[in-house]
């Protein structure tokens, strides 16, 4: 029954890795950060699987989750996890490097857009994120407890600060 | 941005992900999973032990005040220690409430809000000891007796002691007005900011500042 929900969990990660990957992208700026926040956020989720609310797409709520457990982590003086389970050294995601890897206009405007994100409060980049993943405002206004029409300002204010970033190129 | 910018941005982004990222299912499938990773598992530690401390005064405290019930002075000295470890102790409760109430699927401002006001716990601390000020004499009396069996209250002049419970008694309204400033709303306030900063620890000092974060956040 638990290796059922086990394999039931990696599958269900699996096709919403880039939710994780994306967030610890976000909120970690190092490699050793990134692993715990990974580790924190997948332990979460495992502890939260049971209780999916069909009521939200799963993607909203992994989001729900996963951003408050980031936020925490962000916010943590001391930041590495106790670790009890030394085996695990490794990060969860595998990312194909490629030398061939294009210096294109389109990943260096990809590279502004990431840094700015990366340079918002923490609940401001939890905005970002949902907006980026075209959540709907409603969506977006559930899972981080406002109201619609001030995820609409907020955009709306960032936006105009990311396009001074872009106009400074 | 034009939002036809963004989204053009975006899309290469996913493309990119989808290409080359993949999950490392032996590393995930080997985490241990059953464990908790609530980083308030310690807050509730904390507080639990708390609870365990001044619930023990508390007793300790009835005990005294009991014994010494003939001998008014030390009767109304432990009253009034007593009434203060309460509200130290209903503090502590207070938290673990909270504590226990925290559940990551809830929306994130309304449990960034919980986990800031159980890392205030601090101020109220301060606040509890800038509220002993005028009665810091039963403190006095109680530690007195029971520790050097010395009855301080006994060797004070009456007129005295009339005259200083007067004084003590006329900074209770400025003390009152004093703490309702302690607040993470009137941080703005140079005085407020570094009385606090000066008692409390930095992670209080973050919470508070985070709670105006996030009642900006909310506007």
């Given amino acids: 029954m638990r290796l059922d929900k086990k394999a039931r969990f990696i599958k269900t990660i699996d096709e919403h890795k880039k939710i994780i990957y994306k967030i610890v992208n976000a909120y970690c700026s190092n490699k050793e950060d990134r692993k715990d926040l990974e580790q924190e956020i997948l332990i979460q989720l495992w502890n939260s699987f049971d209780n999916y609310n069909s009521k939200y797409k799963y993607s909203t709520w992994m989001y729900r989750i996963a951003l408050n457990v980031a936020i925490s982590f962000y916010r943590k003086e001391t930041k590495r996890f106790a670790k009890n389970d030394l085996y695990n050294e490794a990060s969860i995601f595998k990312i194909e490097e490629d030398a061939n890897d294009k210096e294109t206009v389109l990943n260096y405007h990809l590279k502004i857009l990431q840094d700015f994100i990366q340079n918002l409060n923490e609940l401001n980049k939890a905005l970002m994120l949902l907006y980026l993943e075209e959540k709907s405002y409603e969506e977006i206004a559930q899972v981080l407890g406002i109201t619609k029409t001030n995820v609409a300002t907020k955009i709306s204010r960032i936006k105009i600060k990311l396009k001074k970033e872009f106009k400074k190129l | ?219």
């Avoid at chain 2, 000295?77 to 925290?102: E, R, T």
């Avoid at chain 2, 559940?103 to 890392?119: A, G, T």
Wanted: cysteine-free; proline content about 1%.
């Fill in chain 2, 1 to 219: 941005m034009e939002s036809a910018e963004l989204k053009k941005i975006l899309a290469a982004y996913d493309t990119l992900i989808n290409e080359k990222l993949s999950l490392n299912v032996a590393s995930l499938s080997s985490i241990n999973l059953d464990k908790s990773a609530k980083s308030t598992q310690s807050m509730l530690v904390y507080r639990v032990i708390e609870i365990v401390i001044f619930s023990l005064l508390a007793i300790f405290m009835g005990n005294y005040i009991a014994t010494n019930w003939s001998e008014t002075h030390l009767a109304i000295s432990g009253i009034i220690v007593n009434f203060f470890i309460l509200i130290a102790l209903s503090g502590a409760i207070g938290q673990v409430v909270i504590l226990q109430q925290i559940d990551y699927k809830e929306p994130i401002v309304v449990i960034r809000k919980k986990i800031e006001k159980v890392n205030t716990h601090g101020l109220l601390f301060l606040k509890l000891m800038f509220l002993s000020m005028p009665i810091w004499w039963s403190y006095v009396v109680v530690a007195g007796d029971y520790l050097f069996n010395i009855d301080v209250y006994k060797g004070m002049d009456a007129d005295f002691v009339l005259k200083y419970l007067m004084i003590n008694s006329l900074l209770v309204v400025p003390l009152v007005w004093f703490l309702n400033k302690l607040s993470y709303k009137n941080l703005h306030i140079t005085w407020v900011k570094k009385t606090i900063q000066l008692f409390t620890s930095s992670k209080t000092m973050k919470a508070l500042e985070f709670l105006n974060t996030i009642e900006e956040f909310e506007k």
